[in-house]
T-cell receptor, first 111, second 116 residues
Framework: TQLLEQSPQFLSIQEGENLTVYCNSSSVFSSLQWYRQEPGEGPVLLVT?????EVKKLKRLTFQFGDARKDSSLHITAAQPGDTGLYLC???????????FGQGTELSVKP | GAVVSQHPSWVICKSGTSVKIECRSL??????MFWYRQFPKQSLMLMAT?????????EQGVEKDKFLINHASLTLSTLTVTSAHPEDSSFYIC????????????FGPGTRLTVL
């Protein structure tokens, strides 16, 4: 059973388009992180959200934590080829607990 | 800050040999480190949680005698793949949790293991 459902799993878009990646669960998380990973490298932390309804922005990336802390979304505005990579959401049920990862979203932005 | 290193970055070995991978937190102390395995185009699979000064906690289905974990200090954890076989070939990634963070894990660059 996948506790954190991430969608879509694959996304291929043209430069300049917008996109949204979703992470959904029936469980409540104390915190949720979003990571970006390039081939052959480790994941790099983009953001951590901890409060229900929280919205964080990182340049063209907007992250939102659901009011009930069961879901999250990542929205990229005007995607660029440099945004290409594997995006991973990961949540912790308890403070100090292990992370539960979503399946990942493979994003390809074509020039 | 929050830099985690891994060594080696890649290793090729013969079947039956053992391979040790090191994970270091360079600018913070980590009482807890994690070891993951990742297959191509897939998400991370947690193998075990490494706790400084105590035994590691392994996930279901992960052989503790096959994947030996030692966390002898607040900045170093090691994963030893014993008697490696071709099916152990994978990308192994460690992460370290900053004691002052809210569950944030910082990942190493990964180690590509190829067993011939």
């Amino acid at each position: 059973t996948q506790l954190l459902e991430q969608s879509p799993q694959f996304l291929s878009i043209q430069e300049g388009e917008n996109l949204t990646v979703y992470c959904n669960s029936s469980s409540v998380f104390s915190s949720l992180q979003w990571y970006r990973q390039e081939p052959g490298e480790g994941p790099v932390l983009l953001v951590t959200v901890v409060t229900g309804g929280e919205v964080k922005k990182l340049k063209r990336l907007t992250f939102q934590f659901g009011d009930a802390r069961k879901d999250s979304s990542l929205h990229i505005t005007a995607a660029q080829p440099g945004d290409t990579g594997l995006y991973l959401c990961a949540g912790a049920r308890d403070i100090g607990g292990k992370l539960i990862f979503g399946q990942g979203t493979e994003l390809s932005v074509k020039p | 800050g929050a830099v985690v290193s891994q060594h080696p970055s890649w290793v090729i070995c013969k079947s039956g040999t053992s391979v040790k991978i090191e994970c270091r937190s360079l600018d913070f102390q980590a009482t807890t480190m994690f070891w993951y395995r990742q297959f191509p185009k897939q998400s991370l699979m947690l193998m075990a949680t490494s706790n400084e000064g105590s035994k590691a906690t392994y996930e279901q289905g992960v052989e503790k005698d096959k994947f030996l974990i030692n966390h002898a200090s607040l900045t170093l954890s090691t994963l030893t793949v014993t008697s490696a076989h071709p099916e152990d070939s994978s990308f192994y990634i460690c992460s370290a949790r900053d004691q002052g963070s809210y569950n944030e894990q910082f990942f190493g660059p990964g180690t590509r293991l190829t067993v011939l």
